[in-house]
C-alpha cells in the first residue's frame, strides 16, 4: 500500500505531536489518516485560541500546520510563531499553506528555517519530508534537500516531469532550461505519445502544448481527466500547464475547461518556469 512505501522510505518517529488549525472537516481528515500511517498524535484546532491552548500544554507540539486562508489574518500567525519561538516551543516547526507559490510574509518577519510555506495541498513526500526532518534521520537512499526552487539557484529535485511540444526549436529550448534546474524530463511530440506515455509511467506535472499534431493539448488534456476518473492511472492527481503562444483573453478559460490547471505563454523564460515548478510540483492533489 502507499502508507507501506511511504514507512520503509521514510523514517519518521511515532512520538511526534502534530498541532492542525483548520475547520475544513475534509482537510483535517486528509491529515489524520496521512499523519496516523507514521503514528503520533494530532492536535486538531477549528481557531486560533483553541491553538495557543495546544501550544500552552506541557509536552512540545513538534509541527503547526496553518492554512493561512482560514487565518484571521497573516499578523496573527506571525504573532503565534514568535511566541511559541520565544518560549520552551523554540524548536516548533511551522507549515504555512497558502494557495499561493510565493512566500508568505510571515516567512520575512521570522529570521530563521522554522517556518515553511507550502502551495495547498502539499504532497504527500513534502509533508513526509517535513515529518523526517522532524526525527532528524535522512530518507532511505536520499540526503536533506531543500525544497524551494529559486531562478538564480535552482535546487528542485525528484520532479517526474513530461513535456508535451512537438516543435523540435522549443523541445530544446524547454529541456535546456529544465536541466538548469535539475530536471531531466520525458519529451513527447503530441498528445497521443503523452497518452501512452502516462500508461506506462507516472508523472507529476506536464508542459502542455496546446496545439499539436494527432491529439492536441485540449484534447489530451480531457482525456486525462477522464483516464484518472476512472480508475485507469494510478497515483495522485497530474497537474497540467498549458504552453501556448496564444495571448488572447479566452485562452485561459478553455485551458481550464479542457482540465488544464494553468497557463503560460511561451517563449517560456527561466523565472516564469521556476514559478510554475514551484507552485504545481508541490499543490498536486490526491486523486479520489
Known amino acids: 500500500s502507499v502508507g507501506d512505501l511511504l514507512k520503509t522510505k521514510y523514517k519518521v518517529s511515532s512520538r511526534l505531536r502534530i498541532a492542525i ?8 481528515e486528509v491529515f489524520e489518516t496521512f499523519f496516523g500511517i507514521f503514528g503520533g498524535t494530532c492536535l486538531i484546532a477549528g481557531e486560533m485560541q483553541e ?11 513538534d ?11 497573516e499578523d496573527d500567525v506571525s504573532s503565534i510563531v514568535k511566541d511559541v519561538m520565544g518560549r520552551k516551543h523554540a524548536k516548533t516547526r511551522f507549515c504555512l499553506l497558502t494557495a499561493m507559490s510565493s512566500k508568505s510574509m510571515v516567512v520575512a518577519q521570522i529570521p530563521n528555517d522554522s517556518v515553511l510555506v507550502f502551495a495547498r495541498p502539499p504532497k504527500a513526500h513534502t509533508m513526509a519530508d517535513t515529518l523526517q526532518s522532524l526525527t532528524g534521520s535522512p530518507a532511505e537512499g536520499t540526503a536533506p534537500k531543500k525544497r524551494e526552487i529559486s ?4 535546487t528542485v529535485q525528484d520532479l517526474r516531469l513530461l513535456v508535451a511540444e512537438d516543435n523540435k526549436t522549443n523541445q530544446t529550448l524547454i529541456k535546456r532550461q529544465l536541466k538548469q534546474f535539475g530536471v531531466e524530463p520525458t519529451v513527447c511530440d503530441n498528445g ?5 506515455e502516462l500508461l506506462k509511467h507516472r508523472y507529476d506535472l506536464i508542459l502542455m502544448d496546446c496545439h499539436m499534431p494527432e491529439l492536441d493539448g485540449y484534447g489530451a488534456s480531457t482525456l486525462i481527466r477522464e483516464m484518472e476518473k476512472e480508475g485507469k492511472l494510478t497515483g495522485e492527481r497530474i497537474s497540467i500547464v498549458a504552453l501556448t503562444a496564444d495571448a488572447l483573453p479566452h485562452t485561459r478559460a478553455t485551458c481550464l475547461a479542457a482540465g488544464m490547471d494553468d ?6 523564460r527561466k523565472a516564469i518556469l521556476a514559478d510554475v515548478l514551484n507552485k504545481w510540483f508541490f499543490c498536486t ?4
Not at 21 to 28: C, E, G, L, P
Not at 52 to 59: R, V
Not at 285 to 288: F, L, Q, S, V, W
Open 285 to 288: 492533489e490526491p486523486r479520489d
Open 263 to 268: 497557463y503560460v505563454t511561451k517563449p517560456l
Open 63 to 73: 509541527l503547526v500546520i496553518v492554512d493561512l486562508e482560514e487565518a484571521a489574518s
Open 21 to 28: 488549525m483548520s475547520h475544513n472537516a475534509k482537510q483535517i
Open 151 to 154: 531562478a538564480d539557484a535552482p
Open 51 to 61: 491553538l495557543f491552548k495546544h501550544l500552552a500544554e506541557s509536552d512540545p507540539v
Open 192 to 196: 497521443k505519445m503523452v497518452i501512452e
